[in-house]
């Protein structure tokens, strides 16, 4: 009898100890996989613009997004954009519906590129105020909230606001730093 009395309870040990071990790496795998799951909070990044260089009329810069330290999120293939003070200049999107997102983490980056013509008679340009951007996402994995909309000061100087060649051209959520020159 204390044979099998010791192989049940060896068997008992071995089965609760494999249970226990299978919830541990069960918690820690989703753990781990939570915030990338993640779309970004405005809180949870930085954001600038960043001037990109001019050439032939045309002007370039992006809208750079960095994840603060600590946060991993991520940021869809096209976000809302939208002007203030610019009435006769308009933002077109070049992204696919279906550009792929960007996963930014603790202290790496992501951009939207930005394509404007500035040549154009004084009367025929304006200069925005700002440009906003709205975050995919109110509130973090954490429960921190956050207003979705950024607005980053124009420092970009004059578009071209003719109707011919109004528009400020943007692009895909690109992967790493913006383009500067």
Not at 19 to 30: M, W
Request: include cysteine; charged fraction near 15%; glycine fraction near 12%.
């Amino acid at each position: 009898m204390t044979t099998r009395t010791n192989i049940r309870r060896g068997m008992t040990v071995l089965f609760v100890a494999g249970a226990a071990a299978g919830a541990t790496a069960l918690t820690a795998g989703t753990a781990g996989a939570m915030p990338t799951d993640f779309h970004c909070t405005s809180g949870q990044i930085t954001s600038r613009l960043v001037y990109g260089g001019a050439g032939a009329g045309g002007r370039d810069a992006a809208i750079e997004f960095t994840a603060k330290p600590g946060e991993t999120c991520t940021l869809p293939g096209s976000l809302p954009l939208d002007l203030v003070g610019a009435r006769d200049v308009v933002l077109s999107s070049d992204a696919a519906p279906d550009a792929p997102s960007v996963e930014i983490s603790d202290g790496s980056s992501a951009y939207i590129p930005l394509h404007w013509s500035a040549i154009g008679s004084t009367g025929g340009q304006e200069t925005p105020l700002a440009i906003t951007v709205t975050a995919p996402q109110e509130t973090s994995p954490r429960g921190d909230t956050s207003d979705p909309r950024i607005t980053l000061p124009w420092n970009l100087g004059a578009v071209n606001a003719a109707p011919e060649s109004h528009t400020i051209r943007t692009g895909a959520t690109t992967a790493g730093a913006a383009p500067t020159v």
